[in-house]
């Protein structure tokens, strides 16, 4: 009797020490989230940035957030002014020493190009890292899904639906790339014109170039437009190559071409509703951690 007594004892403290091995597993695991952009240089246009950060420290209470710049040229010269901003992977190799087990990164890039598809490689290189990250997880760009196209395309039209009128167009300035994916600013033309035929999306670097642009509504009745960029903030591009006083600046070319233009200076993270999609699309990953 004593020693069925002691074996069952000794089951239910082997017992317990497996359970303790289990969950003491388990709290090890610290969760964290990497907040990734492209980067700006202005200082007015990180206003943008806190906004994100706002809304994702409401929708994650507690949960640690920190920041990674995938422009290199962007990093190099707030080093110089002495602001120190980390790389994708830097960011992440400082969370695994800081003990971060599993990180979910959100990419808020607007569209899945090269400066996303660098992210993934980084992500996937920091899964199963030596004394470093377990898990780390990517949450898509703005744009990815139909869905996500949908959505952009409701909020901005909420915004400017009073804006535009048969004589007043809106014309969004997006980045463009040489990468296959730009062909989402075409796409979500589409998207736009199922709300109005009065919205416009031109790139800067890629197509539609802002020419394609007027040529479409030359021979219309339009003779005002407002201009907006089509990029999470309103950095050098809105400020230069957009609203820009030089001859080259889209405000320029449009006003030689008779245009009166109105210029609406906000990225898209400065609209709540846009960042929430990113906010979404962060709470795919993170809960899948
Ligand atoms: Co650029």
Redesign the pocket.
Known sequence: MKRILAVCLLALLSNIGFAEAGSGKDLKKKQGILLVTFGTSYADAQLAFENIEDRVEKAFPGVSIRWAYTSKMIRKKLAKSGQIIDSPAEALAKMGEDGFTDVAVQSLHIIPGEEYENLEKTVAAFNGMPKGTERVLLGKPLLFSHQDNENLASIIDDKFEDEVSKKTALVMMG?GTHHQANIYYPGFQYYLNQRSDRYFLGT??GFPELSEVVKRFKDSSIKRVVLTPFMSVAG??AQNDMAGDDSDSWKSILEKEGFKVKIVQKGLAEYDQVVDIWVEHLKEVYYKL
């Open positions: 980045h800067v670097e050098d591009h």
